[in-house]
């Protein structure tokens, strides 16, 4: 049986010892259609040209990776912060991305509160930007063992309600498995985020156990724990119909060949997600 891909994104960053100009061509040659670029993946580079390789090898880009970051006990780092985002939003502009996925950022020398109020202040300060630009925004709400300095916003239900509080169409929510699949309140959530009209993204991995490393171990889908339909099928339920984009960072899968880890991917994404 031959794989349905139609709806299978990578990010750049899952293989990450390939740079853009070996993924793209290697993405397209495995029939993936989707592409969520990292901003280390353009680094230095003409994003024109960039944005023509993709569609000239038939990829939607589907985000761009990576903005937020925005609190800090200093004034001045917010506002660098700021300047960034609306970097990182001409970025997504100029290659077709229709948003910019936002790890929101934390201070461990600050309350989780006031953390969140800068975030929520962050996000408003460079909406004007992204509406300009006609690029929205994506709160990714990541575990809480990142709460100390990568993430004040830990729960979809969080995340639900900065939506709420900025009420804007052009921010919403990157649902990812490996950072929600232990909240008991994740299906009710989700469809919450789908009724709103917040559910922008939807990244896979797994969760494995033992752990040997909080940001660089996370599986291949099949590898772990989550139960990655169930979740899929809250999301699909919910009216989500984007791209279902794997997001790994993992030392031990960058380490291999990258041709016969793509293959994998392709082989877990179909047998388990």
């Not at 899968?253 to 082989?267: C, G, M, P, S, T």
Request: hydrophobic share 45%.
């Amino acid at each position: 049986m031959i794989a349905d891909l139609s709806k299978l994104c990578l990010h750049t960053i899952t293989t990450k010892p390939w740079a853009i100009e070996v993924a793209v061509p290697k993405y397209a040659a495995a029939g993936v259609k989707g592409i969520t670029v990292w901003r280390n993946a353009i680094e230095g580079r003409d994003l024109a040209k960039a944005q023509k390789l993709i569609a000239d090898h038939g990829l939607t880009v589907v985000s761009l990776c990576r903005g937020g970051f925005f609190p800090s006990p200093d004034a001045a780092e917010r506002q660098r912060a700021i300047d960034d985002n609306k970097r990182a939003i001409d970025e997504a502009a100029a290659l077709g991305a229709p948003h910019v996925v936002l790890v929101p950022g934390s201070h461990p020398r600050q309350p989780l509160t006031v953390s969140r109020a800068q975030i929520r202040d962050g996000i408003a300060a460079v909406l004007p930007h992204a509406r300009a630009a006609g690029v929205k925004l994506a709160i990714e709400p990541l575990h809480p063992m990142y709460a100390g300095d990568r993430s004040a916003v830990n729960t979809l239900r969080q995340a639900n309600d900065m939506c709420d509080e900025l009420a804007s169409p052009s921010v919403g929510v990157a649902v990812d498995v490996y950072h929600l699949w232990w909240d008991s309140e994740l299906a009710q959530q989700i469809q919450r985020c789908g009724s709103a009209g917040y559910l922008f993204a939807f990244h896979l991995c797994d969760w494995k156990t033992p752990t040997l490393d909080f940001l660089n171990d996370r599986g291949l889908m099949g590898e772990g724990c989550i139960n990655l339909p169930q979740i899929r099928g809250w999301v699909e339920a919910a009216g989500f119909r984007g791209f279902n984009e794997v997001e790994i960072f993992s030392d031990l899968h960058w380490a291999k060949n990258q041709d016969e880890f793509l293959r994998e991917i392709i082989a877990a994404y179909e047998r388990h997600a």
